[in-house]
Nanobody, 125 residues
Framework: QVQLVESGGGLVQAGGSLRLSCAASGRTFSNAVMGWFRQAPGKEREFVAAISWRGSSTYYAESVKGRFTISRDNAQNTVYLQMNSLKPEDTAVYYC??????????????????WGQGTQVTVSS
């Protein structure tokens, strides 16, 4: 199993940028599909972005497409989420996740075995 620790959250004005990092430990990181999710107060957790184990394929929620970029560095066991043009509706706790397949990341969140503790992102208007 992969252990995950997020960092990089904070308070930013609308239109600003933040870069989240997710440091992973465990032998299976380089084989995992990695994803970012978020949960706003009073709302369900939602998918944000995912990246294949080689980093050659990515997938984004429509709400962040064109503004957010997911990337990974397997040598550093780290996955990133670059967030640009932030909006107040992006305010949420952001979680990193590791899964064995795209199916799990995109459709079976309950089957995701590894989650980080979350990092708060607050976008002021």
């Amino acid at each position: 199993q992969v252990q995950l620790v997020e960092s990089g959250g904070g308070l930013v004005q609308a239109g600003g940028s933040l870069r989240l990092s997710c440091a992973a430990s465990g032998r299976t990181f380089s084989n995992a599909v990695m994803g970012w999710f978020r949960q706003a107060p009073g709302k369900e957790r939602e998918f944000v972005a995912a990246i294949s184990w080689r980093g050659s394929s990515t997938y984004y929620a429509e709400s962040v497409k064109g503004r957010f970029t997911i990337s990974r560095d397997n040598a550093q066991n780290t996955v990133y989420l670059q967030m640009n043009s932030l909006k107040p509706e992006d305010t949420a706790v952001y979680y990193c996740a590791a899964a064995t397949s795209w199916q799990t990341i995109l459709s079976d969140q309950d089957e995701i075995g590894s989650w980080g503790q979350g990092t708060q992102v607050t976008v002021s208007s």
